[in-house]
């Protein structure tokens, strides 16, 4: 239900449609009562209130007039006229509550206790409920509705108007009675009912229908706040149509209908926000046919994003009607507005991204451009034009300026090149178009375009000779020729073309200070493009009128003269002519370092030169006297080491000696250091100072950045102290190597074996042990990697191991108490053993044969140690028989074994091996055969450890 203060307000507005005696509506449009809470049109426009009022000043008041019709009817009979006087009455009623309200009628002229409306509503009930078949019922119920309003009961007003419509259909105000109920229904908010009865209204047609307008006009409302977009959007389209069949109808419309028009843009622009975005018009109006206003609508749903801040999406709208119609004649204004915009939201990039959008759709020679040719059309377009083509040239322009990046540069570059070219193509004739075409110059000269910067640079200059930057483009058009590289075929004439051009210069402007400096600029350009015969000849060229040159345009030309010169290798010269530019004290203290650097390289070079004509003496002597000529030269470095490596290869070994000495002392930490090492290890190996030599390798051994070649260096070390016979530095570069390098094999087990010699040779022989140790070790861990040469070491330094563990062994005495003495014999032997199998197992003939010879000796030594050994004290004759025969029954097993040794080592000459260690074997056997005993089970084990 609408609460009470609303309807309060609404019911002011109601329309009254007839008086008690007529049964006509009223004429007037829909009054505000009914309206949709709209502002503008429906607001204003929808129903305007009217009152019925007499044509003459009243004498009597409305409640004499009420007491007279009721005396009337206290004495009437008459039906009928007692049903009309009813209907007067309460027709008053309404009307004294109206004029009240209006504040016509003061609140003190009704004394009535029952408000009047509620009064009203009784009696038109009353006479519904007396006199329910009468014909003119459609007129009490239509005044029972606006009695109900007036008394804030909607719903009993909205079933007053649904039964005149359903039970009186041909009455003459049931159109009315649809448009009411639309608005009742649109301000409880049900739209769909409201946009239902908008439609009756719009149904019963425009002719006699003071509603039609309204009614289509609300209808598009109550569709949009049903959600029904589409539709919403047709029914305003339908009323535009109308009411606005033409341009001409739509752009003279004003007062009402103006407020109807935009009231009705504006909503469709906001059922545009709603529904979708600008795309949605195109999709319209495609789809329904398009309408000489569309640029409204898209003019309306720019102003509301405009109003909502949204700044891309009312640009977006503008451009959409801009590709949607791009030849009409508001398209540009549309595109202004648009860059505009962003102009005031602050998006710089997106201004002038549609200042470029601007051009293409709108510049000189664009579809627009040619087909609306009219003056004005085309002043309008060009001030625009102009003014973007310049803000995106120069925006361009500054920012390549500011760039530091190269990439980003050349980008930026190119793009305000496109700008001014767009510029002076589009504008030839415009005042300051000489301007643009300098700018235009300096940006194809930073892209080192030169031959259009010369191009742009000359038609300033020769054809606006007036301006104020002609001579500067003159000048700069000899730079351009300068810089510009022809291909060969092109040379020639582009170099006379250059010389034309700079006599062009000389003549049209005389009197500016720099004619008698073009040459020198001239030279230099030349330089820094590395056009060095060029430039060389100019800077001759330029000496030649020195009077006319200040002393800093004759250092240019020396300048020019000493660079080229080097450049194309003669040094001589460059030496000379950059000593002259010194001369002139232009140069700041950085340049006069660099050309000091300069000249330096000069007499370095010239050294060089002399060494290729093969004159090694005069190359040394170049180098030598830059020391003292740039002191400071950081070419010095490179000379004094270039002399020492020249005086190697000469050869002058001890003086290349003292020189490399002497640079590794004044540049310790330079670069060309680290290679000194090797040079002085090569002079010292010839002159076979190998202490010298070691000194330098173990230098490297220590320090050089490459492993494989620190490796080498630290092996070489001891091989040299080696063989200087400083056997003790010698056995610690050994061993330094052997801890640092156990890859790769062969060279580690060499280190090793050194080891052991030189432990050898120092009677150290637990260090020796311990390095034979670490042989075998290297050996065995070597797997696939393993060597003949590996296994030969292997098997020498198991049975060195082998042959201490024997000497140990043969130490030990058999003494009382014998269980003890032999125990600590037996380890003995079972670590010689072991050391004497492990060398058996290598395979090394060599060490085969001595390592088996030694076990038979091993088992022999035992037996006779046995038999020899020390006999308990105390025993008697038979005890002492019977101890010697237990002695032999332990010993006779060792002689087995030791025989089935030897004979083994024996059996090798079957296979044609027969060396010392065999021959020893059989002198063994012929002591250690007496007979043959069959005690085969108790040896097995040492001899099959040595198979």
Not at 284 to 290: L, P, R, S
Not at 506 to 530: I, K, Y
Not at 658 to 668: A, D, E, N, S, T
Not at 831 to 837: H, I, L, S, V
């Amino acid at each position: 239900m609408m609460n009470k203060s609303l309807l309060l307000l609404l019911l002011p507005l109601w329309l009254l449609g007839c008086s008690a005696a007529e049964k006509q509506p009223s004429s007037a449009r829909p009054a505000a009562a009914f309206s949709n809470g709209q502002s503008g049109y429906a607001a204003s426009n929808s129903a305007p209130a009217i009152r019925i009022r007499p044509d003459e000043a009243m004498a009597v008041s409305h409640a004499q007039v009420l007491q007279a019709y009721e005396r009337f009817l206290s004495i009437s009979d008459d039906a009928e006229v007692r049903v009309r006087v009813h209907q007067r009455m309460a027709a008053l009623k309404l009307q004294q509550q109206e004029l009240q309200q209006d504040g016509l009628l003061p609140p003190s002229a009704t004394t009535r206790a029952e408000p009047e409306p509620a009064a009203a509503i009784r009696d038109y009930e009353t006479l519904l409920q007396q006199f329910p078949e009468r014909a003119d019922n459609d007129s009490v119920r239509y005044q029972l509705a606006r009695a109900s309003l007036l008394n804030g009961q909607p719903q009993k007003a909205m079933a007053a108007l649904e039964d005149l419509i359903r039970l009186h259909p041909q009455s003459a105000y049931v159109t009315e009675s649809h448009f009411r109920l639309g608005q009742l229904y649109y301000n409880s908010g049900d739209y769909e009912l409201a946009a239902a009865a908008y439609q009756q209204v719009v149904a019963a047609g425009r002719a006699g229908n003071p509603y039609y307008v309204s009614a289509g006009y609300l209808r598009g409302w109550a569709l949009f706040r049903h959600q029904h977009y589409d539709d919403s959007l047709l029914a305003f389209t339908r009323v535009l149509d109308e009411e606005f069949p033409d341009a001409a109808r739509l752009e003279a419309a004003s007062g009402g209908d103006l407020a109807l028009r935009d009231d009705i843009l504006r909503a469709m622009a906001l059922i545009v926000t709603e529904a979708g975005d600008w795309e949605m018009i195109a999709r319209f109006y495609n789809q329904h046919g398009v309408r000489h206003y569309e640029y409204l609508l898209y003019d309306r749903l720019a102003s509301l994003y405009y109003q909502r801040g949204f700044h891309r999406s009312a640009a977006s709208t503008l451009r959409a009607y801009v590709l949607r119609y791009p030849l009409d004649r508001r398209a540009p204004g549309y595109y202004e507005r648009l860059i505009e915009g962003y102009r005031k939201a602050g998006y710089a990039s997106l201004n002038r991204r549609h200042k470029a959008y601007y051009n293409d759709l709108f510049g000189v020679g664009s579809a627009f451009w040619q087909q609306h040719a009219d003056a004005a059309m085309r002043t309008a377009l060009t001030s625009s034009l102009s003014t973007y083509l310049h803000d995106l040239a120069g925006f361009h322009h500054g920012l390549a300026q500011q760039s530091r990046k190269a990439g980003t540069r050349t980008r930026e570059l190119q793009t305000a090149r496109r700008w001014y070219e767009e510029i002076v193509r589009s504008f030839p004739q415009a005042e300051d178009i000489a301007r643009d075409h300098f700018l235009l110059a300096e940006v194809a000269f930073e892209l080192q375009d030169f031959v259009a910067a010369r191009d742009h640079y000359e038609t300033v200059a020769y054809q606006y000779p007036a301006d104020e930057q002609a001579a500067e483009a003159g000048y700069a058009a000899i730079l351009a020729y300068n810089r510009h590289r022809p291909e060969p075929p092109q040379a020639a004439a582009w170099r006379q073309a250059t010389i034309a051009s700079a006599m062009r210069f000389v003549q049209q402007f005389a009197q500016d200070p720099r004619s008698g400096t073009v040459l020198v600029n001239t030279a230099e350009m030349l330089l820094q493009d590395e056009q060095y015969e060029q430039a060389l000849a100019t800077a001759r060229m330029a000496d030649t009128v020195e009077q006319n040159l200040s002393p800093r345009y004759r250092y240019g030309a020396a300048l020019v003269r000493g660079h080229a010169s080097f450049a194309l290798g003669q040094f001589a010269e460059a030496e000379q002519a950059l000593q002259l530019a010194l001369q002139q004290q232009q140069a700041k203290p950085a340049q006069v370092q660099e050309l000091r650097e300069k000249i330096a390289a000069s007499i370095y070079q010239q050294g060089l030169h002399s060494r290729e004509q093969g004159d090694a003496l005069a190359a040394v002597q170049h180098w030598l006297r830059l020391a003292g000529v740039i002191p400071e030269s950081r070419s010095r470095i490179a000379a004094e080491y270039d002399a020492a490596t020249l005086l190697m290869a000469i050869p002058d070994y001890p003086q290349a000696v003292q020189v490399l000495q002497q640079f590794r002392q004044q540049y310790p930490q330079h670069p060309l250091a680290a290679d000194i090492p090797s040079k002085l290890i090569v002079a010292y190996e010839e002159q076979q100072d190998w202490a010298a030599a070691a000194a330098e390798l173990e230098y490297l051994c220590r320090h050089h950045s490459n492993p494989q070649q620190q490796r080498i260096a630290c092996y070489q070390t001891a091989q040299y102290y080696q063989r200087g016979s400083d056997d003790a530095k010698a056995l610690l570069a050994y061993r330094h190597y052997a801890h640092q390098f156990p890859q790769p094999l062969d060279a580690a087990l060499e280190a090793h074996y050194q080891l052991d010699q030189l432990y050898a040779a120092a009677g150290e022989e637990n260090k020796r042990q311990f390095w034979l140790n670490k042989i075998i070790v290297l050996h065995n861990k070597a797997g696939t990697e393993q060597t003949d040469r590996s296994r030969y070491l292997a098997a020498s330094a198991a049975f060195q191991l082998g042959e201490a563990e024997r000497l140990r062994y043969e130490k030990i005495r058999l003494s009382q108490p014998l269980a003890a003495s032999i125990q600590r014999k037996n380890a003995a032997l079972q670590a010689a053993q072991k050391r004497y199998t492990q060398t058996a197992k290598l395979e090394v003939q060599e060490f085969t044969t001595a390592a088996t010879f030694r076990l038979g000796q091993l088992y022999a030594g035992m037996s006779k140690a046995l038999m020899s050994s020390e006999r308990p004290a105390g025993l008697d004759e038979l005890e002492q028989e019977e101890y010697q025969y237990l002695l032999e029954e332990q010993a006779f097993p060792l002689d087995e074994a030791a025989i089935e040794i030897h004979q083994t080592n024996a059996g090798r000459t079957r296979d044609g091996l027969y060396d010392n260690w065999v021959r020893e074997s059989f002198s063994a056997l012929s002591g250690l055969m007496p007979g043959q005993y069959n005690k085969q089970e108790k040896v097995a084990a040492y001899v099959d450890a040595i198979r």
